[in-house]
């Protein structure tokens, strides 16, 4: 009897350390969603952007959208495009975020790879990946 005390005890303590490291610590684990938004025409150009979900509240360091033509652009090796107009709603438990981004001096012809990102005191997170050629 005294082990399954022990065994329990230890579960119990395993599962609050990683609870609590997660929780106050890793920014990323918390989002449960995000999606990069359709490229649409502008008068100046196209914009795009990012929709954000996340089960508590993320500080952003950086936002918006980065872009290639290239697949799989990354904030370390290609374009980026600052996030503006960001809307945020945090409400028990349930974060959402939403921003647009501007892409401009786009070449006719060519075809652009692009993502969403946050980047946060844990790392940065992209959305999912989206195509589209300049015509």
């Known amino acids: 009897m005294a082990w399954h005390l022990f065994r329990l005890f230890f579960i119990i303590s395993g599962s609050v350390i990683i609870l609590t490291g997660c929780e106050h610590d890793d920014d990323l684990v ?3 969603s995000f999606v990069t938004i359709e490229p649409s025409i502008t008068t100046t150009g196209f914009e795009t952007g990012g929709r954000l979900a996340a089960n508590r509240k993320i500080e952003f360091l950086e936002y918006g959208v980065v872009y ?4 799989n652009p990354t904030t370390e090796n290609d374009i980026i495009s600052p996030g503006t107009d960001l809307i945020v709603s945090d409400n028990r438990n349930r974060f959402s975020a939403e921003f ?7 070449n006719p012809g060519t075809t652009y790879y692009i993502k969403a990102f946050v980047s946060t005191r844990s790392g940065t997170a992209y959305g999912n990946q989206i195509s589209f050629t300049v015509n």
């Open 30 to 32: 918390a989002i449960t």
């Open 100 to 106: 647009k981004s501007p892409l401009t001096l786009l």
């Open 68 to 71: 290639s033509t290239s697949v």
